[in-house]
């Protein structure tokens, strides 16, 4: 189990999260700019893992030594699990991702929404298989979450139906 050792660390990795998801919403605003051939897909989720992978390694404290960390684990069953999951993880689902933006019409901000409702399956998911105990008030906000991109959608469909119709 990981223990919060300060507050300032609380804070700092609540700053780093909020910056991430606005530097993550810019990719499918940006992907309209692009050509819609899938080739432009596959180069921009490429390049967009390839400089989160070189960042990690950048800002570890000592690089070589991280990565001669996961030359090592990669020689054990847990490493390969972790691998196989980075790859569904990572890649093929920003690749995935990429797709749904411009085959949805341009619509990046459903496409959006869909995506980040990742931490929904997250959730479930550490309950199956890692049987991890939620508390109540994650059961709460897994179910207020889920509602919300449920009523999103339905909100979203029922707008362009009657967008159609005038």
């Given at each position: 189990?990981?223990?919060?050792?300060?507050?300032?660390?609380?804070?700092?990795?609540?700053?780093?999260?909020?910056?991430?998801?606005?530097?993550?919403?810019?990719?499918?605003?940006?992907?309209?700019?692009?050509?819609?051939?899938?080739?432009?897909s596959?180069?921009?989720?490429?390049?967009?893992?390839?400089?989160?992978?070189?960042?990690?390694?950048?800002?570890?404290?000592?690089?070589l030594?991280?990565?001669?960390?996961?030359?090592?684990?990669?020689?054990?069953?847990?490493?390969?699990?972790?691998?196989?999951?980075?790859?569904?993880?990572?890649?093929?689902?920003?690749?995935?991702?990429?797709?749904?933006?411009?085959?949805?019409?341009?619509?990046?901000?459903?496409?959006t929404?869909?995506?980040?409702?990742?931490?929904?399956?997250?959730?479930?998911?550490?309950?199956?298989?890692?049987?991890?105990?939620?508390?109540?008030?994650?059961?709460?906000?897994?179910?207020?979450?889920?509602?919300?991109?449920?009523?999103?959608?339905?909100?979203?469909?029922?707008?362009?139906?009657?967008?159609?119709?005038?």
């Amino acid at each position: 189990m990981f223990i919060l050792r300060s507050r300032r660390e609380l804070l700092t990795g609540t700053g780093i999260g909020v910056i991430s998801a606005f530097m993550y919403s810019l990719a499918p605003l940006l992907i309209i700019f692009l050509d819609t051939r899938a080739l432009n897909s596959f180069i921009l989720a490429t390049v967009q893992e390839f400089v989160s992978w070189i960042l990690v390694v950048c800002l570890t404290n000592k690089p070589l030594k991280f990565l001669k960390q996961i030359w090592k684990n990669t020689k054990s069953m847990l490493g390969m699990i972790v691998i196989i999951a980075g790859i569904f993880g990572g890649p093929i689902a920003q690749v995935l991702y990429i797709l749904s933006i411009q085959l949805a019409a341009q619509m990046s901000a459903t496409a959006t929404v869909l995506v980040n409702i990742a931490p929904i399956f997250t959730t479930l998911l550490s309950r199956l298989l890692l049987e991890e105990r939620l508390s109540f008030i994650a059961w709460v906000g897994l179910l207020l979450t889920s509602l919300a991109v449920i009523g999103l959608e339905l909100f979203d469909k029922l707008l362009l139906s009657l967008i159609k119709q005038y």
